[in-house]
């Protein structure tokens, strides 16, 4: 075998351990998952987000909750808790909209449309005495869809859910 080869085996491996130890040792924790969490920081508490959005889709508000924790646990090591904890997130459903997105030709109906959640978050850093890192702020992702919402619903709040949750985490962990 080829010792060229072999060397290269080893050398890869070690370099990644390597990088490892270097982002784990400079006090913030890093992941590949585009998240910085304070090495200080534990805990996390995801409050229900009711949704008080004129137009209501009935399991909105647990689904994006628990869109919301799923996102946290599986990209941080940040343990969930019920009331206070380290980092906090809060807030209400404020939008869910269908809207025409784009009109047939010669005709008044729709032929595509888009489906708009839109959700106000409060997050807080209890462990930041500046404030610097908490904000109050609205996030709105959309899909579009051809048809009927009738079929589509779950799947596309899903996609959406999945949207939000990335945005409200890289804000949060990544101030993004």
């Known amino acids: 075998m080829d010792t060229k080869k072999m060397s290269f085996r080893y050398i890869y491996p070690l370099f990644a351990v390597v990088i490892g130890f270097l982002l784990n040792g400079c006090g913030v924790n890093y992941s590949f998952t585009g998240g910085s969490i304070p090495e200080n920081m ?5 409050a229900y987000f009711e949704n008080i959005a004129p137009m209501v889709y009935q399991t909105l508000g647990q689904n994006f909750t628990e869109g919301l924790k799923e996102r ?7 343990s969930q808790v019920n009331g206070e904890a380290d980092a906090m997130f809060e807030g209400v459903i404020t939008g869910y909209d269908i809207a025409p997105a784009a009109v047939e030709a010669n005709t008044d109906r729709a032929a595509l449309n888009r489906l708009t959640i839109t959700v106000k978050v409060k997050y807080t850093n209890r462990l930041d005495d500046t404030g610097d890192s908490d904000f109050e702020q609205s996030f709105s992702q959309f899909r579009e869809f051809a048809g009927m919402i009738q ?24 101030n993004w």
């Open 151 to 174: 079929g589509q619903e779950e799947n596309l709040t899903r996609e959406i859910i999945n949207l939000l949750t990335e945005d409200i985490y890289n804000r949060a962990f990544a």
């Open 72 to 78: 946290i646990r599986n990209q941080s090591r940040l």
């Open 42 to 46: 534990k805990t996390v508490h995801v």
